[in-house]
């Protein structure tokens, strides 16, 4: 991908990973087609809507579960557009499952309520605990 292509996207949307949506200095970001190159082929490097900036890690995840997908036999672009790894600000499944994620990042002094949490619950109830207390919220 071009520089001038990531250059764009940086202007329109910012340094950001889309899918962590944490800020990266923009030499670690990734181009990444929304939808996989072997699925939907090539996109006009002037949609810069059919293009995300990716972390290194990110970029790894999304290739891998994209690989692994249903859809990577089918090749059907329109189940792509509506999957987490191609558009995380609005999709209505995770490569063919019916989830939803939410990624939280600790940082700063927020590394230490997460060292907390971890020493309260472990790392193998962080998620359930989380999500107990988003249940509560909610009723409340």
Not at 64 to 74: F, I, K, L, S, Y
Not at 108 to 115: F, Q, R
Request: hydrophobic share 35%.
């Amino acid at each position: 991908m071009s520089k001038a292509l990531k250059k764009a996207l940086i202007e329109k949307f910012g340094a950001k990973c889309f899918i962590y949506l944490q800020p990266m200095e923009e030499r670690l970001l990734q181009v990444d087609h929304r939808i996989p190159y072997e699925i939907g082929g090539e996109q006009k490097a002037g949609n810069l809507d059919c293009y995300m900036l990716l972390s290194p890690s990110a970029n790894r995840a999304k290739s891998w579960t994209c690989e692994h997908c249903p859809n990577w036999e089918r090749k059907d672009a329109s189940f792509c557009v509506k999957c987490f790894w191609a558009h995380p600000e609005n999709y209505t499944h995770i490569a063919g499952h019916e989830q939803r994620q939410i990624v939280i990042t600790f940082t700063g002094n927020e590394i230490e309520d997460y060292n907390k949490l971890i020493t309260l619950v472990g790392v193998s109830k962080a998620e359930e605990t989380i999500k107990g207390l988003i249940e509560e919220y909610i009723k409340s």
